[in-house]
C-alpha cells in the first residue's frame, strides 16, 4: 500500500516513525474516540505499528474498500483499443499527451500480438496521421495490411540496403561509434575487439576525407585497411565485416530517405535466418530514425516505427542496454517504438527499466499461472486478482497498463479495422 501511495506522489510514513500527538490524532480517525482515553492512548499503539498512514490533509480515510482503477483522463481518447471488461466503456490510449510514447506487448507465442500491432500502426496513422514504419521480419505485417485491403509502402531493403557507412545525418565519428556499438553487440564482441573496430572506422572515414550524408566509403575500404593496416584482431574484424556488408542494396540512396507519408512497411523477411544480421538491421534503423528524427528539426512526434520479435535485441545474454538506450533517446527525439515480445524473461536483466519506459504496456492473456505470477511482479496485482483475471479474462483479451497510473486494467481488445 506504501508504495502504491507513493507511485501516485502521495507521502507515506509508518505509524511508529511519527511523533506520539500525531500518532494519537490518526489513532483518532481509526477508533473514532476510543483512543481519547488514557488508557486506550497508551494501549491502542502497540497493536497498529505496522499501518501505513498518510499525511492528515488529505480526504479522511475510510474502511471501506474501492477497487483500484486508472484514472479515466488516461484512456478516454486518442487511439481506440478495446472495450473495458468492468466498466463496459471503451479504452483508448492517448500516444500524443502520454508520458511516454513507446508501446510494448508480451504474450506467448499465437496470442496475437502481431495482429495488435498492426492494427496499433494503423490506427496511429489513421488518428493522428503520424507516419508509421513496420520492421517486417517475416512478411506477416505485408500479409496483414494486404487482408485489410489497406495501401502501404512497400520496400525491400535487399534493393537499398542499410548504407551503414554512410554518415547519415550525422558527423563521420559518431557514424563510427554508432555502427561500432552496434556490430559489437550484435555479434557479442569483446571490449577490445569493439574499440579496435572503432577505430578502423575512424581511421577509414578520415583517410578518405567522407563527410556527413557522403557515400564515398565503401567496405572494401575498410577491409583494405585491416588487411594492410596491421590492425590488432584482424581475423574477427574481417570475419564480422564480411557477414555485415551483405546486408547493403544495389542503390546508394538510404532506405529512410524512400519512405512515404502514412504506411510503409520495410521487407526484413530476406535476413530472417542469421540472428546476427537481424540484430545489426533493427538496430541501425532505429540509430538511424533517431538520427532523421533529430535532424528535422521539429518538435514533436515524427513517425512510429514497429518492431515485431523484439527479444532479437534483448535476449542477447550480457544485458547490454543499448537497445533500452534506443528506446529512451526516443522518447526525446520524437519516435514511438511500438515493440512485442514472448515473455518478461526476453527483457531481463533490464526488464524492469524497459517496462518504466513504455507509456503501453499490453500484457496478453494466458492460461498460465506461472505466467501471470511474473505478470504480477511487473504491474500491481494481488494475488486475487491474478486469480479473478484467469477466469474471465479469454483469448483475444489482455491487461493494459497506461502510465503514469501503474493500475491495469483488463481490455478486450478489438482488432476490427
Known amino acids: ?207 578518405k576525407g567522407v563527410g556527413i550524408g557522403s557515400y564515398s566509403l565503401s567496405w572494401n575500404d575498410v577491409i583494405n585497411y585491416v588487411e594492410y593496416g596491421q590492425v590488432p584482431y584482424s581475423s574477427t574484424l574481417l570475419r564480422v565485416i564480411d557477414e555485415v556488408q551483405g546486408l547493403e542494396g544495389r542503390v546508394s540512396r538510404h532506405v529512410l530517405d524512400v519512405l512515404t507519408d502514412g504506411l510503409n512497411v520495410i521487407d526484413l523477411s530476406g535476413i530472417r535466418g542469421k540472428e546476427e544480421l537481424v540484430r545489426v538491421a533493427l538496430l541501425m534503423l532505429m540509430n538511424d530514425s533517431l538520427n532523421l528524427a533529430s535532424a528535422t528539426g521539429v518538435t514533436g512526434l515524427k513517425f512510429a516505427m514497429v518492431i515485431d520479435e523484439f527479444w532479437y535485441l534483448t535476449n542477447v545474454g550480457r544485458g547490454n542496454p543499448l537497445p533500452l538506450s534506443l528506446l529512451k533517446l526516443g522518447r526525446g527525439y520524437g519516435v514511438a517504438f511500438f515493440t512485442a515480445t514472448q515473455s518478461f524473461d526476453d527483457l531481463k536483466p533490464n526488464a524492469k527499466q524497459f517496462i518504466d519506459n513504455v507509456g503501453l504496456l499490453v500484457i496478453m492473456n494466458s492460461p498460465s499461472l506461472t505466467y501471470w505470477e511474473e505478470v504480477s511482479k511487473y504491474v500491481v496485482l494481488s494475488k486475487e486478482e491474478v486469480n479473478e483475471l484467469r477466469m474471465f479474462m479469454s483469448r483475444g483479451d489482455a491487461l493494459i497498463r497506461i502510465l503514469p497510473d501503474p493500475r491495469p486494467l483488463p481490455v478486450r481488445i478489438d482488432i476490427r479495422t
Open 1 to 207: 500500500m506504501k508504495s502504491v501511495l507513493e507511485s501516485q506522489g502521495v507521502k507515506c510514513r509508518l505509524l511508529k516513525e511519527v511523533g506520539p500527538l500525531l500518532k494519537r490524532k490518526v489513532l483518532n480517525v481509526f477508533f473514532r474516540g476510543f483512543v481519547n482515553s488514557r488508557l486506550m492512548g497508551y494501549i491502542a499503539p502497540t497493536f497498529v505499528r505496522g499501518i501505513k498512514v498518510m499525511p492528515l490533509n488529505i480526504s479522511p480515510l475510510t474502511p471501506l474498500g474501492i477497487r483500484r482503477r486508472p484514472k479515466n483522463t488516461l484512456f478516454s481518447e486518442g487511439i481506440y483499443l478495446g472495450i473495458d471488461l468492468r466498466g463496459r466503456n471503451y479504452v483508448f490510449w492517448n500516444l500524443i499527451n502520454s508520458l511516454n510514447p513507446h508501446s510494448m506487448v508480451i504474450g506467448p507465442s499465437g496470442v496475437g500480438k502481431t495482429e495488435f500491432l498492426t492494427v496499433l500502426g494503423l490506427r496511429t496513422w489513421l488518428t493522428y496521421g503520424l507516419r508509421v514504419v513496420y520492421l517486417d521480419l517475416r512478411g506477416e505485417f505485408k500479409d496483414r495490411l494486404s487482408k485489410r485491403k489497406v495501401f502501404f509502402n512497400h520496400i525491400d531493403l535487399s534493393e537499398y540496403g542499410l548504407n551503414m557507412l554512410m554518415p547519415y545525418h550525422v558527423p563521420p565519428r559518431t557514424r563510427a561509434s554508432q555502427l561500432a556499438d552496434v556490430i559489437s553487440f550484435a555479434f557479442c564482441l569483446d571490449y577490445e575487439v569493439a574499440s579496435q573496430l572503432y577505430r578502423v572506422l575512424v581511421n577509414t572515414y578520415l583517410s
